[in-house]
């Protein structure tokens, strides 16, 4: 991955977010999702370089409670504290508009935020995205269930890091796990409260969607054991502008398991004109 540059910005609530930036042009944000150790740069690895080099600049955010950014303790993590503390960092930063790009929670940000700053939003592209149903419908979904883990407690260790991002992909990608994002991953959630996942809140922005009037493009894997594939057809069904795509013998992670794809598409859909 190109060379980034590192920025920190103090918001509302004295919270610290850590912004990554590279390359330039038109300006796209990488919203990562949630889950022990999530950070912008390792969840977005194999796709900086493809868009960089296809003539955009690259923001990559750790969200409150990820990578390098605050992780408070005793608050709820609501899906308004992680757009509100994000958008005013990249205001911070000089953003003024961009396209979104966020998978799982991070698609729920993207959305969040344009919602409430249409003007900000100029694309969105959306890898299973979250928070377009009631957040108990999430909790009925097998990957939830193989979620549990010792994260925030002593005896959390590389090992059970590795079996929580396997969860995540397709087990045809089993055995491709590098160990440095599992090493990456592991010295993030080390340093995690429990809170950023027990008392996260989201609402169910799928009743919104038909307030959303931007291009949108939906990348789904059938075999997502997190967010149903099924709700690709929320957006194919409420928004004026939507395309979806869904890729057989994937999981949670689109733009890991079919990074050279996902990066071909996306760029393809941002290369054109609204």
């Known amino acids: 991955m190109a060379d980034l540059s590192q920025a920190t910005y103090r918001v509302a609530g004295d919270y610290d977010i850590h912004l990554a930036d590279v390359g330039s042009g038109p300006v796209i944000v990488f919203i990562h999702g949630s889950g022990p150790g999530a950070s912008g740069q390792s969840n977005f690895r194999q796709n900086v370089d493809a868009f960089v080099a296809a003539g955009y600049r690259v923001i990559l955010p750790d969200m409150i409670g990820y990578g390098a950014s605050s992780k408070p303790e005793g608050i709820d993590y609501t899906l308004q504290l ?7 960092a990249l205001r911070a930063h000089g953003i003024e508009r961009a396209t979104l790009i966020g998978n799982s929670l991070g698609g729920g940000v993207a959305l969040q935020m344009t919602l409430d700053h249409p003007e900000f939003t100029d694309k969105l592209v959306l890898m299973a995205p979250g928070c377009v149903a009631e957040q108990a419908s999430y909790f009925t979904m097998p990957g939830i269930a193989k979620m549990v883990s010792n994260f925030g407690g002593p005896d959390f260790n590389l090992d059970e890091q590795r079996r929580l991002i396997s969860n995540l992909l397709h087990p045809d990608w089993a055995d491709k796990i590098p160990d440095e994002l599992v090493a990456e991953r592991f010295a993030v959630a080390r340093t995690q ?14 009743l919104r969607l038909h307030e959303v009037d931007k291009p949108i493009f939906v990348m789904w ?26 890729f057989a013998r994937t999981g949670h992670w689109v733009q890991v398991e079919r990074a050279s794809e996902f ?3 996306a760029i393809d859909f941002l290369n054109e004109q609204s």
């Open 193 to 206: 409260p429990k809170d950023v996942l027990v008392r996260m809140k989201t609402p169910n922005l799928g």
């Open 82 to 88: 992680f757009t509100d503390t994000l958008y005013e």
């Open 263 to 265: 990066n071909k598409y």
């Open 221 to 246: 894997g059938l075999n997502d054991e997190f967010c149903p594939e099924s709700h690709a057809r929320l957006f194919l069904d409420a928004c004026r502008n939507v395309r979806c795509l869904t």
